[in-house]
């Protein structure tokens, strides 16, 4: 289907509901018509239920908190301008668990009492659909919790010397310890034999067999369960720790499980997290898609081109030469690009809301190619860090609402959220020139040309320029150009000079100022990125 925008210029100040539109603050990206994304090119949301939005009062997170807050995220009506406009959700882990991350799978086909029933989240599906938002999950398949039934039956299979039994099978159990792997006493056979379990993670996290076939068909029914409910695929945790850094075993396996949820699902959408380098990460999306680490975090791309460490032209050629690697190792792969995650300090940290370095590493991401993640709360300000605690807890902070919300920091935190801000939600809705709206002006912007996902990228050569470039995206016969100018000075730059092809309209810009286009021209202000053809 196609989609017909029409981005304005607004002349004068307008404020829509807490969305800003006016002169120096980006354009207002009006719809005459819309049709909901039906491929994969979407831009997700990351959210860890229990700091989210809780609606039982008892401090913690909840999926029915979620559905109430579906209508922030998309709600369903593209002229509203009142939400967030993402397109996709990753939940983290939902299922039953010991732990508060729920990293610890207790069982696969549940949710967790804590953030709800099943009836919660088939409403929670429900909705979603409704808005056109894929819903995602997190799916832990390298290991367990010690307090799934599988292994208590594994345990109790050893301690009567039944090491034929099904669950013993379940689990990598051995009889000594192998170099490299962490190992943990298991249970002793009645005739005196000791084994030890693999946990590469934690004591309380075995690592199942991924080479039973008893262990695949579990897997196999888990992946179905969850598809037939209605989600659109997964999010796999630490997928280099399937068999632990054989990289052509866990591709193999990871070919696999493609397979087994594409049966009847064609469009699934799963995408792995494998922290390594770009070639290592390049090679695992010969499998499946892949979280896009070499651009996140303080030794990324997007930082170093947003705090002008490293120039424009470099960021589009680094960009365009991952995306074909990548493309020839899978043609159908999609890119997703993000600056931080759970796992990671909140990029608000390292990059000020104030001097705009945060407004130009979301738009870098976010106006490049494939589905970009954003984390809860990065579209605020959140703050977050391991801290002194060395905890993870910190990173994954209470969604600073300011509106009465009741959930609270999780177990473990050392930090306060309401410490780790740059504002709530509440406080930046009405604020044009919050970073609130600018994720929300910016997102629009994306949606707006459609090349810009889906598209094939030609990096200019800017080289002279440390704050600017840009590239083109190829995309069905269409072509659109990205500029930014990470710098706090307008810049004025004849095109003709760069490239043969002839730029003539402005489909829209977000940051600090504005764009025009006069001729060949291009004039963009400081702190702006701009869309044109």
């Given at each position: 289907?196609?989609?017909h ?69 998309n ?43 099943m ?23 390298n290991?367990?919790s ?17 090491m ?112 390594s ?8 999306y010969?499998?499946?898609n ?5 651009m ?18 470099e960021?589009a ?24 995650n ?41 703050k ?23 959930v ?32 929300k ?14 598209g ?40 003709s ?7 003539s ?29």
């Amino acid at each position: 289907m196609k989609i017909h925008y029409l981005i304005l210029p607004v002349i004068c100040s307008v404020l829509f509901s807490g969305f800003y539109a006016g002169c120096g603050h980006g354009v207002l990206v009006r719809k005459l018509e819309y049709n909901a994304v039906t491929d994969n090119y979407r831009t997700y949301y990351e959210i860890f239920v229990g700091a989210f939005s809780d609606s039982n009062n008892d401090g913690i997170g909840d999926l029915r908190g979620l559905i109430n807050r579906l209508d922030y995220l998309n709600d369903g009506n593209p002229d509203s301008l009142n939400s967030l406009g993402i397109e996709g959700i990753w939940l983290m882990p939902v299922m039953p668990s010991p732990s508060y991350h729920k990293y610890d799978v207790t069982d696969y086909c549940r949710i967790d009492r804590q953030y709800g029933t099943m009836d919660d989240f088939d409403e929670l599906i429900g909705e979603c659909d409704k808005r056109g938002i894929k819903l995602i999950i997190d799916l832990v398949l390298n290991h367990t919790s010690s307090q799934h039934p599988w292994f208590l039956k594994a345990r109790e299979a050893v301690k009567t010397g039944d090491m034929d039994d099904t669950y013993a099978r379940y689990y990598v159990l051995e009889t000594e310890k192998i170099s490299g792997k962490a190992w943990y006493e298991f249970e002793k056979t009645p005739d005196g034999i000791q084994y030890y379990y693999e946990g590469n993670f934690s004591p309380s996290m075995p690592e199942l067999d991924l080479d039973n076939p008893d262990v695949l068909r579990e897997i196999s029914d888990i992946v179905k369960f969850w598809l037939d409910k209605g989600v659109g695929g997964f999010r796999l945790d630490a997928v280099k720790f399937y068999y632990l850094d054989e990289d052509i075993k866990n591709i193999i396996f990871l070919k696999w499980l493609n397979e087994e949820c594409r049966k009847n699902y064609d469009e699934v959408y799963i995408v792995a997290e494998n922290w390594s380098g770009d070639i290592s990460i390049q090679n695992y999306y010969e499998a499946v898609n892949c979280f896009d680490f070499g651009m996140s975090g303080t030794s990324g791309d997007i930082y170093f081109a947003a705090q002008q460490i490293a120039g424009i032209t470099e960021f589009a050629e680094d960009l365009a030469f991952y995306q074909k690697q990548v493309l020839e190792k899978n043609p159908r792969a999609v890119l997703n690009p993000f600056i931080s995650n759970h796992d990671m300090d909140r990029a608000a940290g390292f990059l000020s809301v104030d001097d705009r370095a945060m407004q130009m590493a979301a738009n870098l991401y976010i106006l490049s190619s494939g589905s970009p993640f954003i984390y809860y709360g990065e579209e605020i300000g959140m703050k977050g860090s391991r801290g002194t605690a060395s905890t993870d807890a910190n990173r994954r902070l209470a969604m600073l609402w300011g509106d009465g919300d009741t959930v609270k920091d999780p177990r473990g935190s050392t930090y306060n959220s309401n410490n780790q801000t740059n504002g709530t939600v509440k406080s930046q809705s009405p604020d044009r020139d919050s970073l609130l709206n600018h994720y929300k002006n910016l997102i629009r912007l994306r949606n707006a040309n459609p090349e810009i996902a889906r598209g094939i990228i030609e990096p200019l050569n800017f080289s002279q320029y440390t704050s600017f470039g840009g590239f083109i995206s190829n995309y069905s016969g269409s072509k659109a150009a990205v500029f930014h100018n990470t710098g706090e000075t307008e810049l004025k730059v004849d095109l003709s000079l760069y490239t043969d092809i002839n730029f003539s309209v402005i489909r829209g810009y977000a940051g600090k100022g504005q764009a025009a286009l006069n001729g060949g021209i291009l004039s963009i202000s400081g702190y702006t990125s701009a869309v044109i053809k």
